[in-house]
């Protein structure tokens, strides 16, 4: 019987053992590729190119000019049938480099990746991705030149210099 009780002890411990660091495994350079949140990511990004290529998905475009800095801005927002934004994309140029940001929403309107490429008249090209969790938190960020000597682009972005509402932004 007492055998019987420390096995059950020692399987309960193994366990609980197990789950909590499965659990609190931190993600990394690593492991993010297939963290489950980024796989997660992953397929609400998929889900969304392939309504876009079949067409499944609205799209309106606007062309603008900042007033403060006189930069072009092209605004492109897609979105389904409940109006429901899926994809955002914001284009920005100067006279040296130009960005566009692609925003990702899951279905229930929640900003989950973020991905914005850039170029440069050196002939950089750099590619930034920001990965997003189910409660709002950055969990990922990584940038990488893909191409040219470097230039300083931007590193990190907090949370709050994301489009969490698009259609606000849209309308401005």
């Given at each position: 019987m007492k055998k019987k009780k420390s096995k059950l002890a020692l399987s309960i411990f193994i366990t609980v053992f197990l789950t909590t660091s499965i659990i609190a495994e931190v993600i990394n350079k690593i492991n993010w590729k297939n963290y489950p949140s980024i796989v997660e990511i992953r397929n609400i990004y998929n889900l969304i190119e392939s309504?876009?290529?079949?067409?499944?998905?609205?799209?309106?475009?606007?062309?603008?000019?900042?007033?403060?800095?006189?930069?072009?801005?092209?605004?492109?927002?897609?979105?389904?049938?409940?109006?429901?934004?899926?994809?955002?994309?914001?284009?920005?140029?100067?006279?040296?480099?130009?960005?566009?940001?692609?925003y990702y929403y899951d279905s229930f309107s929640n900003l989950r990746f973020v991905l914005i490429s850039g170029g440069a008249v050196n002939g950089t090209t750099m590619e930034h991705k920001i990965y997003i969790d189910g409660n709002r938190e950055k969990i990922w960020e990584i940038q990488k030149f893909t191409k040219g000597p470097g230039y300083p682009f931007k590193e990190n972005f907090k949370i709050g210099d994301l489009v969490h509402k698009p259609w606000e932004d849209f309308k401005k």
């Open positions: 309504n876009i290529k079949n067409k499944k998905l609205n799209t309106r475009t606007k062309e603008m000019e900042d007033e403060e800095t006189n930069l072009k801005i092209e605004k492109t927002i897609i979105y389904d049938k409940e109006s429901l934004v899926r994809k955002y994309i914001i284009s920005m140029g100067s006279d040296d480099s130009i960005l566009t940001f692609n």
